[in-house]
């Protein structure tokens, strides 16, 4: 089964500083896709990225950018110039490549506090 | 949020009570699901719907009874709750049957549930 590994609970930035976040997946499949999700206090969750796993180039949105090592099975979350709007919880998920609609497997997600 | 609704936001019930959850999505989408998100657990997939049928059910009591009518509705039907079901439940949907990169799914507010 797969399993998605987020190790920091809490996060916290500086505005205006970078800060990465880490993701680490565990699959037997060669075609998957990965995602950043945020969820913004008492606010939906609203995807933030996502990688499909037989691209090398690594995604990037504007500010939100990873770092996609497939060898590795890490799929970090890097935060540039960070913002107060920036604060919010933030979910690594998978997903298999699929016919069906189905499991996407979820980390336990990040808190991150940005500082003024 | 024009996107995914859900109605109620917020549901206290007793443990002899029956709600129901509702979930609609404006977007046009083929696939919705329901996860339960519970305080220090990752986010739980519950059940998926492929155009109306259900493809995934990940092992959910039999007191939770989905019901999906056509590919914009998905209802999750509650009866003799326990209190440890208290959590936010999400709605999502999502393009089309699951192996395309496009196929982010999309999420709803969520509705808070607290079982008394």
């Known amino acids: 089964a797969q399993t998605v590994t987020q190790s920091q609970p809490e996060m916290s930035v500086q505005e205006a500083e970078t800060v990465t976040l880490s993701c680490t997946y565990d699959?037997?499949?060669?075609?998957?896709?990965l995602f950043w999700y945020k969820q913004p206090p008492s606010r939906q969750m609203i995807l933030v990225i996502r990688?499909?796993?037989?691209?090398?180039q690594n995604a990037t949105e504007n500010r939100f950018s990873v770092n996609f090592q497939k060898a590795a099975k890490s799929f970090s979350l890097k935060i540039s110039d960070s913002q107060l709007g920036d604060a919010a919880m933030y979910f690594c998920?998978?997903?298999?490549?699929?016919?069906?609609?189905?499991?996407?497997?979820f980390g336990d997600g990040t808190t991150l506090t940005v500082k003024p | 949020e024009t996107g995914v609704t859900q109605t109620p936001r917020h549901l206290v019930m007793g443990m002899t009570n029956k709600k129901s959850l509702k979930c609609e999505q404006h977007?046009?989408?083929?696939?919705m699901y329901w996860y339960k998100q519970s305080a220090k657990k990752p986010l739980e997939l519950m059940f998926v719907?492929?155009?109306?049928?259900?493809?995934e059910n990940n092992s959910v009591p039999s007191r939770f009874s989905p019901e999906c009518p056509n590919s914009s509705h998905l209802f999750l039907h509650l009866h003799t709750l326990q209190p440890e079901d208290s959590a936010l439940y999400l709605c999502?949907?999502?393009?089309?049957?699951?192996?395309?990169?496009?196929?982010?799914?999309?999420f709803g507010p969520g509705t808070r549930l607290t079982v008394l």
């Open positions: 999502a949907s999502s393009p089309t049957g699951g192996g395309l990169a496009t196929d982010t799914q999309y």
């Open positions: 699959t037997s499949e060669s075609d998957y896709y």
């Open positions: 990688q499909e796993a037989y691209k090398q």
């Open positions: 998920a998978y997903k298999d490549n699929s016919i069906y609609a189905g499991k996407s497997t």
């Open positions: 977007l046009g989408h083929n696939a």
């Open positions: 719907y492929n155009f109306k049928e259900q493809t």
